[in-house]
C-alpha cells in the first residue's frame, strides 16, 4: 500500500530542498516530493541527486514534480505531472514501465485523462487556500472534493492545498486515500516535531 502522507519541498522554506527532506525522514515521512520552480535545470538535477540520495538511505519513495527529465537523471521512483506539464504517457515512454506516474486533478474536467494512460495516484484539491502554489485553482468545497475523489474511481487520492493535522478523518470519509503537505514541515518552527506528530496522525 502506497504511504498516507507525502512531503512536497518548498521554496519559501528557509531550509534548503535537502535540509526540508531530511526533517521529513527522519521524521518518518516515507514519500518525498521535489517540488521547485526557480532553479536551473543544472541546480534541479543537483539537488534532485541530493534528495534521491536522502530517501534511498530512508527507504522512502522519491518523486520529482514537473519534469520527467529530471526525474530520469536523478533516478527517482516517478514524476508528478500538473495539467500543463508533459503527458503521463511520454512521462512513462522516458522513464519506464514501473515508474510512478502521478497527476493533480483540480477539476471534474480533469478526469479525463485517467482513461488515456495509467496514472499510479492523484493529488486532489486544493482543500482550502493556501499561498505555497501559484497560481491556485479554485478551493474545493466537501461536496466537489468528494465527488472529483470518487470520479478517479480506483486510482489513490491525495488531497492537497492547505491540508491540516485536524482534517485527516474527515479527508477519509470523503475516500481520500492519504493527504500531501508543504508548509506544514517546510515552514513550521520546528520541522522534525511537525514531520513526526503528522507521521503519528496517520498511522494512528
Known amino acids: 500500500m502506497r504511504a498516507r502522507l507525502q512531503f512536497l519541498t518548498l521554496d519559501q522554506s528557509p531550509y534548503s530542498h535537502a535540509e526540508q527532506a531530511r526533517f ?7 514519500w518525498i516530493q521535489l ?25 522512502a519513495t522519491f518523486i520529482v514534480n514537473d519534469s ?32 510512478i506516474v502521478g497527476v493533480t486533478l483540480n477539476t471534474l474536467d480533469h478526469l ?8 499510479d495516484y492523484a493529488g486532489v484539491g486544493p482543500v482550502r487556500y493556501t499561498t505555497s502554489k501559484e497560481p491556485l485553482a479554485p478551493v474545493h468545497s466537501e461536496k466537489s472534493l468528494q465527488e472529483l475523489i470518487q470520479g478517479a474511481q480506483s486510482v489513490p487520492c491525495y488531497a492537497i492545498g492547505g491540508v491540516r493535522a485536524e482534517d485527516w478523518k474527515n479527508l477519509q470519509r470523503l475516500g481520500a486515500h492519504g493527504f500531501a503537505v508543504s508548509s506544514a514541515i517546510a515552514l ?17
Open 68 to 99: 520527467p527529465r529530471v526525474a530520469l537523471v536523478a533516478e527517482a521512483d516517478g514524476v508528478h505531472l500538473g495539467p500543463k506539464d508533459a503527458s503521463p504517457q511520454s512521462a512513462r515512454a522516458l522513464l519506464g514501465e514501473f515508474a
Open 24 to 30: 521529513a525522514l527522519e521524521g518518518g515521512v516515507r
Open 35 to 59: 517540488r521547485t520552480k526557480n532553479l536551473s535545470e543544472k541546480d534541479w538535477i543537483k539537488t534532485a541527486i541530493e534528495v534521491g540520495n536522502l530517501c534511498r538511505d530512508f527507504g
Open 188 to 204: 513550521s518552527p520546528d520541522p522534525l516535531k511537525s514531520a513526526r506528530d503528522l507521521v503519528y496522525l496517520v498511522s494512528a
Open 112 to 119: 479525463s485523462i485517467l482513461s488515456t494512460a495509467r496514472i
